[in-house]
């Protein structure tokens, strides 16, 4: 299964990254404004469309792990597109600071022919939310 990992390290405490991966009025902030809804529990699930100008992917998300204040994981699909894919937020305390690890796995068992599933591109889209959009708000500059 092909999996990309992203890390940042963030000069906050790990609860505040926390908070910031899994309360709804957060993640609004920084990764997608219309979340409809969102709860850090097992089996919690939402879906909303994002517009990629040429394309609008539905996204469906449902929890299937939480270690709270440390890992969440959902189960990441798209109505009317094959695959399903899997994103891990983990957290690590280290030195005074945060490590967030981001591993988003099984993007192979999408159709490669759609543009938005390739590998650069998802790479490219998680180090914008993980090393600039997160990066940004938790400075406080968004």
């Known amino acids: 299964m092909l999996a990309i990992t992203i890390s940042e390290v963030y000069p906050v405490k790990p ?19 219309n979340i409809p809804a969102f709860k850090a529990e097992i089996g919690f699930t939402t879906q909303f469309e994002v517009d990629a ?11 299937v792990e939480v270690i709270p204040g440390q890992l969440i994981k959902y189960e990441w699909s798209y109505e009317h597109y094959r695959g399903m ?19 988003s796995e099984g993007l192979d068992s999408f159709k490669p022919k759609v543009p938005e599933f390739t590998t650069e591109s998802c790479q490219a ?11 940004a708000y938790l400075s406080g500059s968004l």
């Open 85 to 103: 894919g899997y994103v891990t937020f983990n957290i690590e305390h280290e030195a005074g600071q945060t490590k967030l690890t981001l591993v």
């Open 125 to 135: 889209g998680w180090n914008y939310f993980i090393k600039e959009r997160l990066q």
């Open 15 to 33: 609860e505040t990254v926390w908070n910031a991966i899994t309360q709804l009025k957060q993640m609004r902030q920084w990764f997608f404004e």
């Open 53 to 63: 100008g040429e394309r609008q992917f539905i996204h469906k998300w449902k929890i």
